[in-house]
């Protein structure tokens, strides 16, 4: 039930991508349809139906690995998108979320596996509050990653003297410079609480608020990177293609992180097993038994792995 409501959700989110994509290459309304937006909030739907499902049936985030940690990424972004495009037209921005989508969601549906018991590790309150905060702060970069694509390409339209119809459509390029620094604004508290809060979990599990693994080292060099544009952009004078350009290339560095723990395995704990140090297969095995839970998690979803945003 949870991976048709998933796959559904996949399949909406495609639909959506291919209907952006039709609208926005209509010669008498390029990106005034209503159609994509429509499609993403029934796939966006379907996705918490299924999330609110495995939430219920595991008792914990399903975010233990890889594709359960990007789904819920996706979802979170997705979320994020529907409600700031209630209020401001920014269905350019909509081209790149909705592809995104789909990958995180095809790609949860054809890694999950049989159920299996909760890791009591997977239980800490602290790690429920990182997780929400760390993708949250995760998914708010990624919207600011999308404005400031879309602010290089309507500039290189605009130079160019080509786009028609399209460049009169989307959002004027200084809305677009303020907006990514808005989301620069509210994803780096976002951020900071997601790396405070994982080391709160790290006490719980390890006993130690810093371990030094390859994934907490990259955080905080991330944390340094967005501080450090947030200098730039607000002290500095940084603005326009500059600005977009060093967004884009921080999301690059964030994301490039997270897939290099979680598909490399480079990560320790956040990628392999608990803070015991045990790997996934033990994990499975032992995790829950200790406490007697009966609940259960897919099987890909039996380790830490990839919790750490």
Do not use: C
Not at 123 to 134: D, E, K
Not at 213 to 241: C, I, K, S
Not at 266 to 295: F, K, L, N, W, Y
Request: avoid cysteine; hydrophobic fraction near 60%; glycine fraction near 10%.
């Amino acid at each position: 039930m949870h991976s048709l409501m998933l796959l559904l959700a996949a399949l909406g989110y495609v639909a959506a991508s291919i209907a952006f994509a039709r609208s926005f290459s209509s010669v008498r309304a390029p990106g005034q349809s209503r159609a994509p937006i429509v499609l993403l909030s029934v796939a966006f739907a379907l996705h918490s139906i299924d999330l609110l499902l495995e939430v219920l049936s595991a008792g914990v985030l399903p975010v233990a690995t890889f594709a359960g940690g990007f789904s819920f990424f996706a979802w979170l972004l997705v979320g994020l998108y529907l409600a700031l495009q209630a209020s401001m037209s920014l269905a350019v921005v909509g081209v790149l979320v909705s592809p995104l989508a789909f990958l995180a969601a095809i790609a949860d549906v054809l890694m999950r596996g049989d159920d299996v018991a909760v890791p009591e590790a997977l239980r800490s309150p602290w790690l429920t509050v990182h997780v929400t905060l760390a993708f949250l702060g995760n998914a708010v970069f990624a919207l600011a990653f999308a404005v400031s694509a879309a602010f290089l390409i309507q500039q290189n339209l605009l130079k160019s003297r080509r786009g028609g119809a399209i460049v009169h459509r989307l959002p004027a390029i200084q809305t677009l410079d303020r907006l990514s620094l808005v989301f620069l604004l509210w994803g780096f508290p976002l951020l900071t609480l997601g790396i405070v809060t994982g080391g709160f979990w790290s006490m719980s599990a390890a006993g130690r608020f810093w371990t030094g693994e390859p994934r907490e080292v990259l955080a905080v060099l991330t944390w340094l990177l967005y501080a450090a544009l947030l200098q730039m952009r607000l002290l500095g004078g940084l603005h326009g293609r500059r600005a977009a350009s060093w967004t884009i290339a921080a999301f690059a560095l964030l994301l490039a992180s997270y897939l290099a723990v979680n598909i490399l395995q480079i990560g320790g704990r956040h990628g392999q097993g608990v803070a015991s140090g045990m790997s996934a297969p033990e994990v499975t095995a032992t995790g829950a038994g200790a406490a007697g839970d009966p609940a259960r998690l897919p099987a890909s979803r039996a380790s830490v792995e990839g919790v750490r945003a």
